[in-house]
């Protein structure tokens, strides 16, 4: 299990390093911001001294040089202690980052990668819409070439980073047909909606953001036009693995949490471990926790940059999304009073974990997608 999870010595330091690093100075914050639905920002600008938020770009370029295992490691060991902070990581990192440079031209990437490899500015990408979720073809928003300029306009909903971003990957139609721009704070028109409060993931931000005759240069447009939808779905199985990740870092911190708890906890003269009921918590929660990191890190070997596995990604967000709600709620259960009370994160995690039957694809799509993918192989 260790070479599945750890293929090689860096992947074993970068989890060494990003679990450390996520103990100590993740998971102090984590209670307040849940709270108080308050951004990170310093905290933010740790990943970026850390080398984490161009996990996936090459070294070349300012990256980590690293590949899709290592993404899934650290969105793993950030969701152990604060998927909300975690959350804004992948948005960042995964939407905007990944998406950006495999879809730049080297003169878009000298320009627009070194300030989001440190932190300074953070960003975002728009995709969903008040009336396309996951029917995301049916988006509504525009983009018309005005000379050396685009200009756009409509909305995004749902969108992470939405109140703090400074930069942003945009969904637009040109010309009927998608394609990817990036928009910048303080551009005319561009503003957004006030953060949405929300059940979980309340360390990261939310909101819906307009544009009203943004004028884009012609230099922010990604790639060609009409090549949006190879960038988004090229992405999507990297945020589909990402999101499974996560999950399993909740269901890992949730059933480190009810074992030490069965163990202390005495009922009757004996620990609560020593009761069928509480054991079948414990050992199905551990059961589903490792088939979903199994399942999540063998995927992982196979999504890169030039590799699709559209099924792959699917089923691994399928099958491990659900996982992290399940295992926290026996968390919840185990622990009885005290899983439900603020004292313990289990039920902040599993408020949070609820959102990855959603994010980055519903259960829904992930059954059609993979009924049809399979079929098309008969």
Not at 83 to 99: D, E, I, Q, R
Not at 162 to 175: H, M, P, R, S, W
Request: glycine share 10%; proline share 3%; hydrophobic share 40%.
């Amino acid at each position: 299990m260790d070479f599945l999870l750890n293929p090689t010595p860096e992947h074993a330091m970068l989890r060494d390093n990003v679990a450390k690093f996520s103990k100590a100075e993740v998971a102090p914050q984590a209670r307040e911001t849940d709270i108080t639905m308050h951004f990170n920002k310093p905290l933010f600008k740790r990943l970026g001294d850390l080398g984490l938020l161009g996990i996936t770009i090459p070294a070349e370029d300012g990256g980590a040089g690293m590949d899709a295992t290592a993404a899934v490691i650290v969105h793993h060991e950030l969701s152990r202690h604060d998927p909300g902070f975690c959350l804004a990581y992948l948005a960042h990192s995964m939407l905007f980052v990944n998406n950006f440079y495999w879809a730049a031209s080297p003169e878009q990437r000298k320009v627009g990668l070194p300030r989001v490899l440190t932190g300074d500015v953070i960003a975002g990408m728009g995709m969903s819409e008040p009336g396309a979720g996951t029917d995301v073809l049916g988006m509504t928003t525009k983009a018309e070439k005005k000379g050396d300029k685009y200009v756009i306009n409509g909305s995004k909903i749902w969108i992470t980073n939405g109140t703090v971003g400074d930069v942003f990957l945009i969904y637009a139609k040109v010309e009927g047909k998608i394609t990817s721009f990036i928009v910048e704070r303080g551009m005319k028109g561009f503003t957004n909606g006030k953060e949405i409060d929300k059940l979980g993931m309340r360390g990261s931000q939310m909101c819906q953001l307009f544009f009203d005759n943004v004028e884009v240069p012609a230099f922010n447009l990604l790639g060609k036009e009409g090549k949006g939808v190879v960038h988004m779905m090229r992405n999507l199985e990297m945020e589909r693995l990402t999101l499974a990740a996560m999950s399993c870092g909740i269901a890992d911190e949730c059933v480190d949490r009810m074992l030490h708890y069965a163990k202390e906890r005495k009922a009757f003269g004996q620990s609560i471990n020593q009761f069928g009921q509480i054991q079948r918590y414990i050992a199905e929660g551990f059961a589903m926790t490792e088939a979903a990191k199994t399942l999540t890190y063998s995927v992982s070997r196979s999504v890169a940059p030039g590799v699709q596995n559209r099924v792959g990604s699917d089923a691994a967000k399928l099958f491990a999304a659900p996982v992290g709600k399940i295992v926290a709620d026996y968390a919840i259960q185990v622990m009885g009073g005290m899983g439900y009370s603020r004292d313990v994160p289990v039920e902040r995690l599993w408020r949070d974990a609820k959102l990855l039957e959603i994010g980055g694809g519903t259960l829904e799509a992930h059954h059609k997608n993979l009924v049809k993918d399979l079929t098309a192989t008969l």
